[in-house]
Antibody, heavy 127, light 107 residues
Framework: QLQLQESGPGLVKPSETLSLTCTVS??????????WGWLRQPPGKGLEWIGA???????SYNPSLESRVTISVDTSRNQFSLRLSSVTAADTAIYYC???????????????????WGQGTLVTVSS | DIQMTQSPSSVSASVGDRVTITCRAS??????VAWYQQRPGRAPKLLIY???TLQSGVPSRFSGSGSGTEFTLTISSLQPEDFATYYC??????????FGQGTRVDI
């Protein structure tokens, strides 16, 4: 059974870099058609996709965060990681890692949904 | 960008009730919708994709319908474990994978 588990500091100071790692167990991260992504949810609010990485290292990011985000993969450890720079209080959220199936429709372009999620980790930005 | 608007924002229901949640897209998106359930303090869980396809392991009391701009998630007979917040997602909205704002189902 595939499981994802986030890890990293729960408190980050403003202007610093948030770093989280997601460890995948029960399956290989080197699987075709699946991307490995990060999403976040501010307390009491909705879901926002941050970005994702494919096992060969190709990435895609939400344009609203792209200038501050780096997502990388380590296939030897079956892990992928998120770095979000220059954080502010607005980046306080529960951060989830998730697997998402991604495909391509000739008529409409890329499609994707998230079929397996980590439990989430709360990251608070505060001095 | 295409917006996804859910209604109602919250609904009160009882065990055994039939509950319907609507998600409207600001323009036609064919059948590119997924639905998720998020219980309090838990991660979201995929229920339905491609508007109508039930994810493996999801109880058959959940169903999805719609195409174009209007989509519905129906719970045919609400169970205690179904009290949660439900989100729709536009699954063809690369590179943002836009979600609706959520509908809370409570007692």
């Amino acid at each position: 059974q595939l499981q994802l588990q986030e890890s990293g500091p729960g408190l980050v100071k403003p202007s610093e870099t948030l770093s989280l790692t997601c460890t995948v167990s029960g399956g290989s991260i080197s699987t075709s058609s699946y991307y490995w992504g990060w999403l976040r949810q501010p307390p009491g609010k909705g879901l926002e996709w941050i970005g994702a990485v494919y096992y060969v290292g190709s990435t895609s990011y939400n344009p609203s965060l792209e200038s501050r985000v780096t997502i990388s993969v380590d296939t030897s450890r079956n892990q992928f990681s998120l770095r979000l720079s220059s954080v502010t209080a607005a980046d306080t959220a529960i951060y989830y890692c998730a697997r998402h199936l991604r495909g391509y429709d000739l008529l409409t372009g890329y499609y994707s949904w998230f079929d397996t999620w980590g439990q989430g980790t709360l990251v608070t930005v505060s001095s | 960008d295409i917006q996804m608007t859910q209604s109602p924002s919250s609904v009160s229901a009882s065990v055994g009730d039939r509950v319907t949640i609507t998600c409207r897209a600001s323009q036609s998106i064919s059948s590119w919708v997924a639905w998720y359930q998020q219980r309090p303090g838990r991660a979201p869980k995929l229920l339905i994709y491609s508007a109508t396809t039930l994810q493996s392991g999801v109880p058959s009391r959940f169903s999805g319908s719609g195409s174009g701009t209007e989509f519905t998630l129906t719970i045919s007979s609400l169970q205690p474990e179904d009290f949660a917040t439900y989100y729709c997602q536009h699954t063809n909205s690369f590179p943002t994978w836009t979600f609706g704002q959520g509908t809370r189902v409570d007692i």
